[in-house]
């Protein structure tokens, strides 16, 4: 019998995740199908249920649901209870188990850009909200040793590292103080929303004084390239948009689901394909 997989988000139109995961599973003739469900927060509980009633072999999480959904499901990976958040549950036999892959998602396409001694680069977070806490935890538990955070309310930035218990000694700024200090960062990745359609003339952050080679990262990829990875690509940047993220978010998914590494290249030409139009 087919397995059957989903997305449970509000809003989910625009989801590539349809599209990349069931190329996938007709590339590797796997008799499976994805699909995206629009469920509401309150409509939530209910969406679980069905979910174990019916049998699907599994689903993402994504916007507003991912950490709401931990109250409904019967275990928690371990790096996703530390994150806070859900983005893929398997369904093992009727037991539903929660995992996380937007963290490693992020750090393995970083290393594919940094090299394979990326978690002992300067690295300068921009963001502190759920986007921000996956990767700070996700890196913190890779051994990352020198990780700070810039965010517009400072407090926020405070708060995401003192919740953590990571042998780091990672600070918080403002964002016009990690401004005057970017030289000293080797990496710095935006994982806020500034610069994302249609506010495509907004930058997270100046970049004025970084030093060319510095590594720049940003989790948005509509636009393709925001303006801030432009201007640093200008200033010789080293830069990476976030379909790296978000293609490898999915791939890991698709393992946790499948036990089938699926082919990587072939998952982001699809989704290349349908941003470009
Ligand atoms: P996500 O889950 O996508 O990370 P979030 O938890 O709402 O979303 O976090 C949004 C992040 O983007 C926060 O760091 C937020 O800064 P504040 O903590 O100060 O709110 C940041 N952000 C969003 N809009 C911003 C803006 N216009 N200027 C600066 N930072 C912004």
Redesign the pocket.
Known sequence: MGKLFGLLGHPVGHSLSPIMHNDQFAHLGLDCHYTAFDVLPEQLENAVKGIRALGIAGFNVT?PHKVQVMEYLDEIDEEARQIGAVNTVVNNNGTLIGYNTDGKGFAVSLEKLAGENFLKKKILLI??????RGIYVTLARMGAKNIDIA???VS?AIELIETNQFPLHSKAFA?DEAEEMLAEYEIVIN????GMSPHID?K?LSLKNMKAGTILSDIIYNPFETNWLKEGKRLGAITQNGIGMFVRQGALAFELWTNIKPDYDRMEQIVIQQLRG
Do not use: C, L
């Open positions: 916007i963001g502190a909200g759920g986007a921000a965010n517009r309310t926020k964002i994982t806020t929303s500034v907004h997270p």
